[in-house]
């Protein structure tokens, strides 16, 4: 059993920086791949990070590459989306869930096993 807790939301300006955590529990935290869902209102849970497990994979949607930074310390049982250039669509509920099992599975919801209760990113203009 994991569980999963996120923090560092909040209100930014427009090209601000946040940085948010997910806290895991559980004895093989570390071996689950980890990603970041975001769902804005009236739109459909995207993904917009995930790493592997040893850390030697990550997955970025396009719009935010080259914004957003995933990375984990698995002797601490983190995982964090460090998020800089932020833009006003980049407002949603940011959600962490994680899975074990094959990276090829990360680009799809169901091969997650655990979420997070989320945690809001409001960026204003």
């Known amino acids: 059993q994991v569980q999963l807790v996120e923090s560092g939301g909040g209100l930014v300006q427009a090209g601000g920086s946040l940085r948010l955590s997910c806290a895991g529990s559980?004895?093989?935290?570390?071996?689950?791949?980890v990603g970041w869902f975001r769902q804005a209102p009236g739109k459909e849970r995207e993904l917009a990070a995930a790493i592997y497990w040893t850390g030697g994979a990550t997955y970025y949607v396009d719009s935010v590459k080259g914004r957003f930074t995933v990375s984990r310390n698995n002797a601490e049982n983190m995982v964090y989306l460090q998020m800089n250039s932020l833009k006003p669509e980049d407002t949603a509920v940011y959600y962490c869930?994680?899975?074990?099992?094959?990276?090829?599975?990360?680009?799809?919801?169901?091969?997650?096993?655990?979420w997070g209760q989320g945690t809001q990113v409001t960026v204003s203009s």
């Open positions: 869930a994680a899975y074990s099992g094959s990276w090829d599975l990360f680009s799809t919801p169901t091969s997650y096993d655990y």
């Open positions: 559980g004895r093989y935290f570390s071996a689950y791949t």
